[in-house]
């Protein structure tokens, strides 16, 4: 799969193997981590509003609202995000591949009525079980009526966004696994701007807490919406029929259950956290700005790899070409590290800067903006494994093997439960994050080293050198961040005073240090040979033979 404008195959004819990796893989990638950097640039300006309507700790409303969203993301990212990826777009690609479009979109048409109908009967019971639900969801909040209340109604209101999202999810599995990435990553863009135009004229936090709730459901209505739109311009055609469990929907959630429990480990693992969380006022929003900011390159890096790497792991897998697989897996690897090493260098030296840089206003104090830095610093160190476990998943879930990762996840939800329990009770809230960080690493390296017995994947030697390199590159970039932070008071003063597009001394100056930073750390991976000119033109280079079409660009 070369790019999002890869035309798809007339109706009834096998599309072909596609692309090699050198020219395809890190091209789709990037077709979908720009969209996605705008929807997560999108995500950032919405929780700046956000949280400077509702505050932190200060308010009720903030804490409750950011309960009812981690209640609903954890289900969306398992049955909707994960699990799909894991099962559906394999299984979708090899009936394309092998009996042709008709009977791909039968396939499809059959699980997305078997899955809607479940995640309805979930979303029902959950509302109606709610109240019992949140007494171990957030047992901290027994001790305020008003903010258990609150947090109660606001899961209830955003609950039906489950069944939203698996129909999203679904229709845009089918769009990957065709080609189409531009869908896939525009339509998360529709949740951020409906959530910030419904928060943005209140002024009460507990009314803008109501109204970023029925956003969420409005907006899940307009991405499923978008995301079928989409699959009919790609020329699919998928159809709402009578839930049925066919031999192939069984086997499909036979791959899916273990597929969930897999792809969402750390979405577990910060559901686990949470539940500590609520036992501390602003906790659990401190923990949801700390995610914003590592979520950003995860997705831009770990997910967009993942979502282009699959389809092409699938197709190499099942042709039994080992020289493509490994070309590919290698190529992402590099890849991954190159965008998410330096990111993870920034977290890690000047987590609280960062913070205060940007979210520190209105109702989120300064004292909010340190307690979420210092779980960022947490989550920083640990954001190479959350990548990592991005990209090695694929190379299990394309042998159809989702036992193995299944099995590893729930070791690091053991480990996590365990060590966010202990780190809690001795360092204090910042030791969740750190339990996280900690168990997600323990799953890298048992994905590692069974891909290697297995003689699965092993990094090649060019790759292992390459990676060498990124790492000297990151590691000098951080100690230069840190500097800059140390010396911020004066990076801010030549800029007192002045004011540009509602943006101070502060969010300018954080920006500026952003900015100049990934200029350098261009400059060092050049200079330290981590990637050249060639690898970058042969990344993006589309392969000989394909031409893109206007209807496919439009998809």
């Known amino acids: 799969m070369s790019a999002a404008s890869v035309p798809s195959p ?37 929780d700046l509003v956000i949280t400077a309507r509702m505050g932190a700790s200060q308010t009720i409303a903030a804490d409750a609202f950011f309960t009812a969203q981690a209640f609903s993301n954890l289900f969306r990212r398992v049955f909707a995000e994960g ?19 008709p009977e791909a979109d039968r396939l499809a048409s059959d699980a997305l009525a078997v899955m809607a109908a479940a995640t309805v009967v979930l979303t029902i019971l959950a509302q109606l079980a709610m109240p019992w639900i949140m007494l171990v969801y957030s047992p901290g909040y027994i001790d305020d009526p ?52 419904a928060v943005l004229p209140q002024t009460d936090p507990v009314q803008a807490a109501y109204a970023a709730s029925w956003a969420t459901i409005v907006s899940g209505i307009a991405q499923a919406g978008l995301c079928a739109w989409g699959v009919r311009r790609a020329g699919a055609r ?11 929907v069984r086997r499909l959630i036979r791959l899916t259950i273990p597929g969930a429990v ?112 210092l779980i ?12 990592l476990v991005k990209i090695l998943q694929p190379a ?14 729930l070791v690091s939800v053991a480990v996590n439960i365990a060590l966010g329990v202990a780190l809690f009770h001795t360092i204090g809230f910042t030791g969740l994050a750190a339990a996280t960080s900690i168990a997600t690493w323990i799953t890298v390296a048992q994905m590692a080293f069974t891909l290697h017995r297995r003689k699965a994947y092993a990094p090649s030697g060019a790759a292992w050198g390459r990676i060498a390199r990124i790492v000297a590159a990151s590691l000098l970039l951080g100690l230069l961040l840190a500097l800059a932070s140390h010396y911020r008071p004066v990076l801010e003063s030549p800029l007192a005073g002045l004011s540009f597009l509602g943006l101070g001394a502060k969010e300018l100056t954080v920006l500026a240090v952003c900015l100049v930073g990934a200029a350098v750390y261009v400059g060092l991976l050049v200079a330290f040979g981590g990637l050249t000119r060639e690898d970058v033109r042969a990344a993006l280079r589309r392969p000989a033979g394909q031409t893109a079409t206007p209807e496919a660009d439009l998809s």
Not at 238 to 248: H, K, S
Not at 397 to 407: H, L
């Open 10 to 46: 007339p109706q009834g004819e096998p599309p072909s193997a596609g692309p090699k990796a050198g020219g395809g893989l890190i091209r789709a990638s990037m077709v979908y981590s720009g969209l996605t950097l705008l929807s997560r640039f999108l995500g950032l300006a919405r």
């Open 83 to 101: 699990a799909f990826a894991a099962a559906f777009v394999p299984a979708y690609s090899r009936k394309l591949s092998a009996d042709g479009a």
């Open 146 to 197: 008003d903010k258990f209340r609150l947090a109660v109604i606001l899961t209830q209101i955003t609950m039906p966004y489950l069944p939203c999202m698996v129909i999203a999810a679904l229709l845009a599995g089918v769009l990957t696994a065709r080609g189409r990435f531009i869908i896939y990553g525009v339509y998360p863009v529709v949740l951020n701007i409906g959530v910030l135009a």
């Open 238 to 248: 998928i159809r709402f029929v009578l839930p049925q469990l066919t031999p192939e």
């Open 262 to 373: 897999a792809s969402s480990a750390v979405q577990v693992n910060i559901f686990i956290s949470t539940m500590l969380a609520s036992h501390v006022a602003g906790l659990r929003v401190w923990m949801s700005v700390a995610d914003r900011f590592y979520q950003l390159p995860l997705s831009l890096v770990g997910t967009a790899i993942g979502v282009a790497l699959l389809p092409q792991l699938s197709r190499a897998f099942a042709q039994d070409d080992r020289p493509e697989g490994q070309a590919v897996m290698d190529q992402a690897l590099v890849f991954g590290l190159a965008l998410c090493l330096p990111a993870a260098a920034a977290l890690v030296a000047m987590p609280v800067y960062l913070v205060d840089g940007l979210f520190t206003r209105g109702q989120f104090l300064a004292e909010d903006a340190r307690a979420a830095g």
């Open 376 to 387: 960022l610093l947490q989550y920083g160190w640990g954001l190479p494994a959350f990548v």
């Open 396 to 409: 299990f879930f394309a042998r159809q093997d989702t036992r193995t990762p299944m099995i590893f996840s």
